[in-house]
């Protein structure tokens, strides 16, 4: 071999190959898994991603229960009635805590401590006080507040523009692979920014109830005896004299009939999935870490996602638009522990949430229609045998307006959390245990150098 | 389309009141729908601060003030009981409703203390039309999606000046964009120009080609009345969000140019536009309830061409790729295609047919 794995990877990142357009599009597809294949680890790992589109209100999916009156005296009409929350006690904290009433099986999983809760993260370039967002704007992530920007700098990690490669993507091209064919990342029913890598491109499969072995089928190869014409040319398409977009599009068909031939099982799960899109995408997942344990893959990294929960309007309290959601992101990742606990990976396999942002503490409207608007930092979930579950990561934000926490000032101000630890730290925890090195992880987190703490410290 | 009450339900200015402003609809107009996040020069390009860094075209704060600018509106009242009224523009909902304080706006306008609602929002519209960057925004995001994911600053300069010139008018702006040489002249040799065709104009260039009439197709928009195996991810008219399908600076993972429509191509999407075409292509398209006749291409005027497949080709590069087919990829479909019997006249034009418009020459508009 001429150049190691991660020089290689490195170039890929640079554009160096794309300029040089030496290398057609598949063929560099194979190039990047057969270096990517030298050193395959023995053991199975998985990491699955839940996205929850539109900017989940953590404010409402953890709430204080020892400063309940506060909480309640600036929410308002939104605030969730205390005997509805579901109660824990996170011991590193040692207050009084309470989920929102529709998380019954998080709650169950916090109890058994399988699930923990990463409490104010969210897109950070650096650490970041009161003070300086205020003096020096140039700190601040690229526009924050806005949905595209905001679950870019989630699915990327990198808050200070606009890049082409998720982290999930990155994890996957500088971790080594044993399969020389099957894509190490899966985006389940949409293409994700989070599971495309330099040299990564995910495979998107629609969610169950679609069987594995039908959600990629190529139904005609043509009707020549040996069906090669449409791979001809679509290598034809990849090739060097072709016009830049023809050359780009080739490699996702050829990939998308190539996985038509692998995936042609579909495994048994017995676990009882709910009828939502959510679980019918995780249940997709769970079928696919089978078929991956089945061909001997040693890594898999998943994107499954949700979206509603832009409620700027009509948000609901213990009923309506968030409770409805958070009932299905909670019976769907219930669900899905329960499969891994059926496969024997659930040590393995660790689940996490991630959202654009939270939303304002203060919140917008009034009567039946209240909502809230755009904020940052929020709580997210982690989840599997391998979470030190029971407790929060970080520390829970001052509710209160006009706090060190808030960034509003004035009458004016909303509640919107300035995050005390980086997607980039949260990302970096999660790789770490999948068994990215320290080395690597700086490829993977380019501004992970920043922050003090490289391990938040939630994985075994 | 601010007052159009779709709009206010949809992005929640119906109901915005004074006490409690909802950011929504204010957010939403400025980002997607007239002046985007950066600062822009006449030809689309950012402007750049001192070090280099693209100029945000507003803050949070100048948000809060549209979105105070844009209180106190509601719906018109139920025309019947129970029927939420969409067939009437949004009306003031009282003095009470609107914030009447002062508002900071965009380029130093403030709006005086004391306005009501009817002229608070034109003044704010007003503010936003004048903003230097919607004459750039708007034929930026246009060119892309008329003829190329990359134009040229000075092919989005020319477009911008004509829509500068005659205050937004759409026919000179669609005009300006399909005449430009850029869009005439330099595909050949621009090797990065054109675009992917989104899905719904690859199907409908595929079905117009063929003079698909209403004998052979049941016109029924929504992907929703597909097998789950034809999906897309472009179930028109019910976007995941107010950002649509294609998001305008996608950058191809790996190709270092954009490509917007390459946001939802995938290997799932893909092997759903070639089953599609195998679908109309050989007549195998499911029916149900809401497709009764399927749709399909009739190919059986050029049954004629089957023998001659030198002419077969020529026709079809016409009427498909408009006369770009390299030799190279005719010679792999005419020796595929020849395999056929000669008397299989209709297989062999189906062949044929399948492997062109499957090919990503064909899924790339240029």
């Known amino acids: 071999m001429h150049q190691t794995r991660r020089a290689f990877l490195r170039t890929l990142a640079c554009g160096a190959i794309g300029s ?105 370039i650096e650490p970041l006080t009161r003070d300086a967002y205020h003096a020096h704007p140039e700190l601040r992530p690229v526009q924050l507040f806005s949905h595209p920007d905001q679950q870019r700098g989630w699915q990327t990690a990198f808050a200070t523009g606009p890049i082409s490669s998720g982290w999930g993507g990155r994890v996957a091209d500088v971790y080594q692979t044993s399969h020389t064919v099957f ?43 040996d069906g090669s014409a449409l791979r001809t040319l679509l290598d034809l398409a990849s090739s060097e004299g072709s016009p830049t977009l023809v050359r780009a599009a080739a490699p996702i068909n050829a990939r998308a009939i190539e996985n038509s031939l692998a995936l042609n099982v579909d495994p048994t799960i017995n676990t009882q999935f709910p009828d939502t899109s959510l679980a019918n995408a995780l249940k997709q997942a769970a079928k696919l ?143 770490t245990w999948f068994g990215v090195s320290t080395s690597d992880l700086a490829h993977v987190f380019p501004h992970i150098g920043k922050f003090d703490t490289v391990n938040l410290g939630f994985m075994l | 389309m601010t007052l159009n009450p779709g709009m206010g339900k949809y992005l929640d200015m119906a109901g915005n009141r004074a006490e409690a402003p909802n950011e929504n609809y204010a957010r939403e107009l400025l980002q997607l729908f007239s002046i985007g996040l950066y600062e822009l020069n006449p030809d689309g390009t950012q402007k750049l601060d001192a070090h280099r860094r693209p100029i945000p075209a507003y803050s949070e704060d100048t948000v809060s003030a549209f979105s105070r600018a844009f209180t106190g509106w509601t719906l018109a009242p139920p025309p019947q009981p129970e029927i939420v009224n969409y067939f009437e523009p949004m ?22 203390a004391g306005q009501n609602a009817q002229t608070d929002l034109q003044h704010a519209l007003d503010n936003v039309f ?64 054109g675009h992917l065709r989104e899905p719904v104009l690859w199907i409908t260039n595929l079905l117009r080609a063929f003079r698909t009439t209403e004998a052979t197709t049941d016109f029924v928009l929504g992907e929703q009345f597909l097998p789950h195996s034809l999906h897309m991810s472009q179930n028109l ?43 109309v292509v050989y007549q ?64 062999r034009v189906r062949e044929a047919v399948y492997l062109i418009v499957t090919s990503p020459q064909y899924l790339i508009a240029r």
Request: aromatic share 8%; hydrophobic share 40%.
């Open chain 1, 20 to 124: 040089a357009a030496v290398v057609s599009g598949t063929a560099r597809l194979f190039q990047a898994q057969a270096l990517a294949a030298s050193g395959a680890p023995t053991d199975y790992k998985a990491l699955v991603c839940v996205f929850l589109f539109g900017g989940n209100d953590s404010n409402n999916t953890v709430v204080p229960l020892d400063d309940y009156v506060g909480y309640a005296a600036v929410r308002g009409e939104l605030a969730l009635p205390q005997a509805s929350l579901l109660p824990i006690k996170p011991p590193s904290d040692g207050r009084n805590f309470g989920l929102h009433p529709s998380l019954t099986r998080l709650h169950e999983l916090w109890q058994q401590g399988k699930v923990g809760v990463i409490a104010n993260v969210g897109t950070l």
């Open chain 1, 183 to 225: 894509p190490t990342t899966t985006s389940i029913d949409r293409l994700s920014l989070f599971a495309t890598g330099n040299a990564t491109s995910p495979l998107v499969v629609p969610s169950a109830p679609t069987p594995l072995n039908q959600t990629l089928v190529l139904k005609h190869k043509g009707d020549t005896a």
């Open chain 1, 289 to 431: 870490i089978a078929f991956g344990r089945s061909i001997n893959l040693s890594r898999q990294i998943f994107f499954c996602s949700l979206g509603g929960f832009d409620t700027h309007g009509n948000q609901g309290r213990e009923t309506g638009t968030q409770a409805t959601l958070l009932q299905t992101v909670s019976d769907a990742m219930g669900a899905f522990y329960d499969a891994t606990v059926e496969l024997g990976v659930a040590s393995q396999v660790t689940t996490f949430t991630m959202s654009d942002f939270s939303r304002t503490f203060k919140s917008a409207g009034s009567g039946a229609g209240v909502g809230s608007d755009h904020a940052w930092g929020s709580h997210q979930f982690v989840m599997g045998d391998s979470v030190k579950g029971g407790d929060f990561y970080g520390r829970f934000p001052t509710l209160a307006l006009n706090s060190p926490d808030d960034i509003d000032e004035g009458p004016t101000a909303r509640g919107r959390w300035i995050p005390t630890m980086s997607v980039d730290q949260f990302g970096a925890t999660l790789a």
């Open chain 2, 91 to 112: 009306r003031p909902a009282g003095p009470r409703a609107h914030d009447q304080e002062t508002k900071q706006l965009l380029n130093g306008v403030v709006l005086p």
């Open chain 2, 130 to 193: 004048q903003h230097p960057n919607v004459a750039p925004f708007i034929s930026k995001n246009l060119i892309q999606h008329l003829v190329t994911s990359n134009p040229s600053p000075a092919y989005v300069g020319r477009v911008a000046a004509v829509f500068a010139g005659t205050k937004g008018d759409m026919k000179s702006i669609v005009r300006a964009i399909l005449l430009d040489p850029d869009a005439r002249e330099s595909t050949g040799s621009d090797t990065q120009s």
């Open chain 2, 237 to 279: 008219f019910d976007s995941p969000s107010v950002f649509n399908f294609f998001p305008p600076g996608y950058v191809i993972p790996g190709e270092n140019i954009k490509g917007p429509e390459f946001a939802i191509y995938s290997t799932s999407t893909a092997l759903a536009r070639t089953n599609f075409a195998y679908a």
């Open chain 2, 284 to 347: 195998t398209m499911p029916t149900n309830a809401f497709r009764p006749k399927g749709t399909w291409l009739d190919l059986s005027p050029f049954e004629p061409l089957a023998t001659d497949l030198p002419r077969l080709m020529e026709t079809l590069n016409l009427l498909l790729l408009h006369g770009t087919m390299s030799a190279q990829m005719q010679s792999v479909i005419e020796t595929a295609v020849s395999e056929i019997p000669v008397a299989n006249r209709l297989g």
